[in-house]
């Protein structure tokens, strides 16, 4: 047997892996992981042979498996046609292409009769493009809710929820006659959806508004769509510290082929950082409406247009890692599913029914923590980070904050206080228009991003270890700027081919008044 056909079967068939799903939320990544670290890389007569190869080498340079399986659902997408020849190869590929173009139920690559089992709810046979809503059948229901007649035309309009004339939440009736009778039964439920849904597009405005405006992480060079896939192409970071750029930044929506796909690649990379940038927004906007707001651990299925990077040749696909939105209990014990950064699977809605949101967009089920504990677990990570790392979160965290404060007091009227009633925050938010929130919180970003800019703190460099650093002093970023690469160095280094590291030591190293840097805390090459 031919060694490629012996790794493909030495990987966990699909089965095994969707009932690691079904038991644990998560696959059995250290199986995956110890097959590609045992690959020999011996000769083989599979086309496919050096592809794979490439794919270890990758691996056991990152240690991630997020990493193994989005490679080899490029392999499968970018790869020559797949052989229907029931091979474990052609069975590996077809399934890794799968995932990665959204693992959309209708289409499973194997037996139609098998998919109920591995999507553990009903199938839903939808055209492609309508995964970016959740399916009718399960959002825009005929039953009405005081007699239980099926044909209900009407609804509550006050609580309907809709997006383009897609229904998201609906109360449905049979006429004006039921709802009327089921008024004092719904009447707490309507005020707590209303509140609910002015409160998490606020929320989600809030959050895309400071990705835009304050966005972070290695440069994105483009973003495009191919087979139904956001695909990000990221650079490298070293451009941005050699030149002494600001590490906290705009994001490039204007490399995007449309709004939609800035908003996938933006919440992508910021999902669990915004989660714990806005903990406070969520206590100060969400809490008060709820009995309980826990954080849920989901692997995605049935995404509309999932979002791949690639940076420095390696691809992370995000159907391959875990999404975490919040479980919001409400008073009347309703429940919902708050996804604020739902956009990097290209879906639409922000909030849903959780029993609706969990039977389309989930397998396994979703694993629960006390709200917060994205923050500790990230705190926790940004303590041990390195600098420039933790001096950004302090910066974005500030900003944030900044933020809060504007809209506290747009709600209240006036300067908001720990000690303001809670009744009185209620009727301040139920009254205040989200644009004036908005409007409000974008003049506090914006001024807090000129005073850090004007500060000249938070601008990338390299020290003498060759570390990336972060400017801490206006002082040591003007000292910098003796050795900081500007764009035509950039322009003609790259049209001679050398290497700009090399260049920017060589500056470093011609600096005669080294005492300048030290007396500012900064070491140079």
Known sequence: MDPMEQFFRALPAPADDDAALQQRGTWDSAHFARVFMDFSSSQSNDPDHESIVRVTKAFQKIQESVV??????RLALDGRQIPDDNSAKSEQLR???WISQGRKDEEYPFERHTIKQHTGSPQTDLPKDDHAFLPAELTDPRICAYCGNSGAEDACVLCLLTIDSHVIIKTPYCDHSCQTHHRK?????CQERRWLYQAVSLIHDLAAMFLKKASVGIPIENINEKQGITNVT???????Y??????????PSAVAPSEEHALAAMFDTGCLPILSLFQEFVKLLLQPWCKL????RITARNAHRPVSHKVTGVVYNNMYSQHTVLWATLQSGEEMIIDIAGARFGWRETIALAKDWTAHRTIGGSWHSPYGTTQRLLRSEIFFSPQDLRLIDSRRLYLAKRMLLAVQNKIVGGIF????PLNEFKNGFRFTPKKDCLSAAEKALDEGLHELYESKVCLGYVNAEGRQQATVLKEQAEVLERVWLKP????KAKAEGRNLNSLYVERCKSQTDRQAFEDVGVSIP
């Open 417 to 420: 206080s720990p000690t303001t």
């Open 95 to 97: 399934y890794h292409a």
């Open 185 to 189: 039964d719904h009447l707490s439920t």
């Open 242 to 251: 050699l030149q002494g750029k600001p590490l906290i930044r705009p994001f």
């Open 68 to 73: 193994l399986r989005s490679q080899l659902g």
């Open 234 to 240: 990221q650079g490298g970071s070293d451009e941005v």
């Open 293 to 296: 707001v826990r954080e849920a």
């Open 488 to 491: 035509e160095d950039i322009t």
